[in-house]
């Protein structure tokens, strides 16, 4: 990733970087979005992020403005992988409270 943590295959990081974030999942095709359904009082709600080309849940797309809105005012970090084991490209991330030091670093 540019500008971000250098990760050996197989290793998660967690951020709370919105430049980050926002980054990884754009190199990924992904776009900021919730379950439909979980919002509240006009609120985003589960945080999600959609991955055009790839089945599963029906995802209602947000704003990045109003998603980060939301991992702020929850407390989020975000955990990520760069590259799976193998070597190839990694789609996995986790949305998750944040804790004293999830800021940029990396987890084998």
């Not at 939301?70 to 490209?89: V, W």
Request: aromatic share 10%; no cysteine; charged share 25%.
């Amino acid at each position: 990733m540019k500008g971000g943590l250098s990760a050996a295959p197989g290793d998660t990081l967690v951020t709370t970087s919105h430049e980050t974030i926002r980054q990884w999942a754009e190199e990924r095709g992904a776009n900021p979005a919730t379950m439909p359904g979980s919002e509240g009082d006009e609120k985003v709600g589960v945080l999600r992020l959609d991955f055009p080309r790839y089945g599963g849940a029906v995802l209602r797309p947000v704003a990045w403005e109003d998603w980060f809105a939301t991992f702020d005012a929850r407390n989020l970090s975000f955990r990520y992988q760069e590259i799976r084991a193998d070597g190839s490209p990694s789609n996995f991330f986790r949305i998750e409270r944040a804790h004293s030091n999830d800021r940029e670093s990396a987890h084998p």
